[in-house]
């Protein structure tokens, strides 16, 4: 190989080894630069997931407390993720402009587009450096086509080397957008993120939450018990609501102080610049365009900075707010207190004044009732009555929705009704046997049911069960034998009272007189 093909393959391969090189370590971009637009992305989906929670604490508080939320509060939230929305957009605006203005801070995209442009440019201006050669060779002398051909050659060789290393670097750019790794634009990630949220796609069309607010006061206890429970969830609630609210404002604080600081430079350097261009010992025209690019970027960062101090007024109205249905969730809370309290008093004045009913029911019957069946008959009566007025008063004030416990119970009653027939028609027959007509302790009757014919003295009436001393012969005597019958023979067979024994003597009397 000659000396000179040598030197071409070196001037040719020792560029393209360098723009590997360096391509490959703009491929890897320091930590931080590269996390940049992950961390616009990070703070607009912790709003964004603030926001979904609030509106869900909207709901369940409105659902629950007796006044209902204005509805500018709706709008409070969601003005607040639109402008973290805008303010994405303004930062992805200043990234954008320190791609295309490359140094330290470019991304490496944009480092390889500023490259690809380089090269073309160096293309061109070979093509036109070989044109004009051309043309000066056609015209030349044969003393001075020699050198002008060793031009041409030379700049044949340069434009060769930089449409390899475009097509290089095109080639790179290829590879790296379809690597894993490469990321959407920042700005299409921010619009498809809001596209995912309705109402932040149009100011003012917040969906209307059509939830009533709660329903008057309950009327059962158990229902204020329910409505206590409610509201302490909601206050919980409410108060991680609000927890959360304030982080995203010291957030957006922090965010406000760090672009305050950055602009802080820029604003000074604008100052300098607008009283003497040429300071520092630079050239007018380069001062001039530092100006330009300064006064550029200092728009971008003002319109993040506008956006961001809404955004942080926004929610720290908001926060406030929640602050307020705190408090009201709070009065609502000692309402039902106080509620209950009085239901619970209620009811003990009830239950009082049934127990003094009951004793007074008692003295009455024991020390004006000398008749030990009809006092036993008023005791009785009265446990019945006790018991009957206990379960009312707390059914009606420990249950609120009155319907659907009078059909449980019907349904109940007709089960029990049918399970204890046997005892039920016992019951009955118990009030039938100790009517004014019916029999006593002492007399002595004759029964006939599904267990035959019996005989026999009464000795006790229970109210599910009769007790008879048996009796047989004649005249009838006891055997010795306690017989014990149910008292639904009263429906189910027949019984005969016998007169007593004074009206059975005196009836013999009459007939021996006769």
Known sequence: ????????????????????????????????????????????????????????????????????????????????????????????????????????????????????????????????????????????????????????????????????????????????????GEEVDLTDQIQALQDAVPDA??????????????????????ALVYRLLALQRSRRSLKELHRATTEIEQSTGADIQGLRQTTRPVLSRLRTLAKDPASDGTALAAGQEEFHNLLARAKLLGAVMLPLREEAAL??????????????????????????????????????????????WRVAATRY?????????????RHVVVVSAVALVLVFRFMSELTALVAALGFAAAGIAFALQNVILAVAGYFSMVAPNGIRVGDRVSLQGPFGYVHGQVIEIGVVRTRLQEMAGEPLRPTGRIIVVPNSVAFTGSFIKHPPAEVRQGERAVAAVR
């Open 1 to 180: 190989m000659s000396l000179r093909a040598c030197l071409v393959t070196i001037l040719v391969l020792a560029p393209l080894f360098g723009a590997r090189a360096s391509i490959a370590q703009d491929t890897a971009p320091p930590a931080e630069e590269r996390a940049r637009p992950q961390e616009v992305m990070a703070s607009l989906e912790r709003v964004l997931a603030w926001y979904q929670d609030a509106r869900l604490v909207m709901q369940a508080a409105r659902g629950v407390l007796d006044s209902d939320l204005a509805r500018d509060e709706e709008q409070t939230a969601l003005r607040a993720l639109q402008r973290a929305f805008d303010a994405a957009r303004a930062r992805a605006a200043v990234l954008a402009q320190d791609e295309r203005a490359g140094g330290p801070g470019a991304s490496p995209r944009g480092q390889r587009a500023e490259r690809r442009a380089t090269l073309q440019a160096a293309i061109r201006q070979s093509e036109r450096d070989i044109a004009r050669l051309d043309a000066r060779i056609r015209a030349s002398t044969a003393a001075t086509r020699r050198a002008l051909e060793r031009e041409r050659v030379a700049a044949t060789n340069r434009l060769e080397l930089s449409r390899v290393q475009l097509d290089f670097v095109t080639r790179l750019e290829q590879v790296a957008a379809g690597a894993a």
């Open 201 to 222: 796609t149009s100011p003012g069309a917040a969906t209307v939450v059509t939830t009533s607010p709660g329903a008057g006061a309950p009327t059962g206890a158990w």
């Open 315 to 360: 929610l720290h109205r908001y926060a406030a707010d929640v602050e307020g249905w705190r408090r009201a969730t709070d009065r609502e809370i000692g309402q039902v207190l106080r509620g209950l309290a009085l239901e619970f008093v209620g009811v003990g004045f009830a239950l009082a004044a049934i127990l003094a009913g009951s004793v007074l």
């Open 369 to 381: 009732v000398t008749n030990v069946y009809h006092r036993r008959l008023l005791m009785t009566t």
